[in-house]
């Protein structure tokens, strides 16, 4: 596997850019559409958490565990949300998508599925990844919907395992899809993507 680097990501009407200091009002833009530091089981922040969240992004690219993005929708021109590549592990060809959110806006259209068609496609294809994880809280049902109907399979539930933002201690719900998977996966995901635009 080749060790994730910042690079722009393009497709399906998104540009994934390496997130910087300079996406800071798109950002607080973004989460104050739906507002959506108020969801308890997520950790979106709100407009003076929001340069403590960019460094801390920052600090665990630099330390090699995350490559994180500002998600831009290139019909409007607007940030729109953040994702990011998180536990990285080289020396099993593995990543991890999360910390991944959108403007109210743009939930339910096909945003979240370009970008997973382009994270994916970057893993499998560029990376060279065995396994792709993702992860939610347990509470997060409309995560949890999201994630299956990307084609990812069920791994298990980790009681316990994670501090909320308003210190709670959450269960995390673990999923993947394999190297082996991603062929299908991808021809779902097209086939989604088609029908998503087209109603959109």
């Not at 990812?152 to 909320?164: C, E, F, Q």
């Amino acid at each position: 596997m080749i060790s994730p680097a910042p690079v722009t990501l393009e497709g399906h009407g998104v540009r994934l850019e390496p997130l910087e200091a300079g996406h800071l009002d798109g950002l607080i833009a973004a989460a104050a559409d739906g507002r959506l530091w108020d969801l308890w089981f997520t950790s979106v922040p709100n407009a003076e958490q929001t340069p403590a969240y960019i460094a801390a992004a920052l600090v665990g690219q630099q330390a090699g565990q995350m490559l994180p993005w500002a998600v831009r929708d290139l019909a409007t021109g607007t940030i729109v949300g953040s994702t990011r590549y998180h536990d990285i592990v080289p020396s099993i060809d593995r990543v991890e998508i999360g910390y991944t959110w959108y403007s109210a806006s743009r939930q339910r259209s096909h945003v979240n599925t370009a970008c997973k068609v382009v994270l994916l496609t970057h893993a499998f294809e560029t990376l060279g990844c065995r396994v792709v994880g993702l992860r939610t809280d347990n509470f997060n049902f409309r995560s949890q919907q999201a994630i299956e109907a990307l084609g990812a399979k069920k791994d298990g539930v980790i009681r316990h395992h994670h501090p909320r933002p308003d210190g709670t201690a959450r269960d995390t719900v673990i999923y993947s899809i394999l190297a082996a998977e991603w062929p299908d996966v991808r021809r779902h995901l097209m086939l989604r993507l088609q029908r998503r635009v087209g109603a959109e």
